[in-house]
């Protein structure tokens, strides 16, 4: 496989020294893997630290901003950040109203942040902990025990960031991450297999006439493989999945994500045909969001994410934020 780096080493080195030259609103510590606002610590406020395995950009260096993380905590490709990272993240932006860690629900992440997060309590820091288990399509998988964290993490960090950003107390920012997760599902598809820079080459095999439904953003194996379908057949299939789990008696945010390698041309006529199947059952999208979000490298495929919303979320939902990867608003 070509790739645009220098060798696999220094792939996640490279690209935060990368982050740092067009992004100078962050401050981006290459050797202990931190990014951090240049604001940070902001006074009064709640800090949100998040942080995974690299592979997933935007995700989540590119969620830190003004509106939603104040600092994330980059692992090596698909391998969880150590605990001292998210100690060091957490001490950086900690403005003495407290730390809510958003943890993917991935076995690493979960152990990593647990400990960092009695660390952290053993220096002073005020620490609160959601995890974000968003997919539907397995109970267990190669990575995790329960339901593995996807799509809906950037959902619980926007909108746990913008109640942050207004000054709300921990446990209110806190009470609402927990309430997003639990309004929030996801259902992935794979068009190929995912290659990282260490192997070089495809991590599974996906012959060109099949795709893999229900697939995790690290290549995980999903629910059942199948001959290739149009975008509609595979919209039908998400949703439903979906919609087997979580019965909206509201609107819903729907995020319509590529994992990496489909074209936004693609991407887009897909959420057409999400939006037609979601009308036919009935269901009501107040926002659309479209695009690369929550990656796996260069697999091609996409994912689908539903949260319920009432007045309050939405209006969480639409307040400014400025990051790398999300902006919109003052």
Not at 43 to 48: D, E, F, R
Not at 77 to 105: C, E, H, W, Y
Not at 231 to 256: C, K
Not at 275 to 299: E, I, K, P, Q
Request: proline share 5%; net charge negative.
């Amino acid at each position: 496989m070509k790739m645009l780096i220098n060798v696999p080493e220094t792939v996640v080195a490279d690209a935060l020294r990368g982050v740092a030259a067009a992004h100078p609103e962050l401050t981006v510590d290459v050797d202990n893997r931190v990014v951090i606002r240049k604001d940070a610590p902001v006074a009064g406020k709640v800090a949100l630290v998040s942080g995974g395995g690299a592979g997933h950009e935007p995700l989540h260096v590119g969620f830190v901003g003004r509106g939603m993380l104040d600092g994330a905590c980059p692992g090596e490709v698909f391998t969880s950040p150590v605990p001292d990272q998210m100690v060091r993240a957490a001490a950086a932006v900690d403005s003495g109203a407290g730390v809510l860690f958003i943890v993917k629900n991935y076995t690493g992440d979960v152990l990593n942040f647990d400990m960092a997060a009695e660390l952290a309590e053993d220096e002073g820091i005020q620490v609160a902990k959601v995890l974000v288990n968003d997919d539907v399509a397995v109970t267990d998988s190669l990575y995790t025990a329960g339901r593995r964290g996807t799509g809906g993490t950037l959902f619980v960090e926007k909108i746990a960031g913008a109640l942050a950003e207004e000054g709300a107390p921990l446990e209110r920012v806190e009470s609402v991450a927990r309430q997003v997760n639990e309004v929030t599902r996801s259902f992935g598809v794979a068009l190929t297999a995912v290659s990282t820079p260490a192997k070089g080459s495809p991590t599974f095999d996906l012959p060109a006439g099949e795709l893999e439904l229900g697939i995790g953003i690290h290549g995980e194996p999903g629910r059942e493989r199948r001959a290739m379908m149009t975008s509609g057949e595979i919209a039908e299939f998400a949703v439903d999945a979906i919609l087997d789990d979580l019965r909206p008696n509201g609107p819903v945010l729907l995020l319509v994500n590529g994992m990496g390698a489909t074209p936004l041309l693609e991407l887009y006529g897909f959420n057409a045909e999400v939006h037609r199947v979601l009308a036919a059952r009935g269901v009501s999208v107040a926002r659309t969001l479209v695009g690369n979000y929550v990656t796996s490298l260069d697999a091609a495929g996409a994912s689908v994410t539903l949260c319920q919303v009432d007045d309050e979320l939405l209006r969480l939902w639409d307040a400014p934020v400025s990051t790398p990867g999300l902006r919109w608003g003052a």
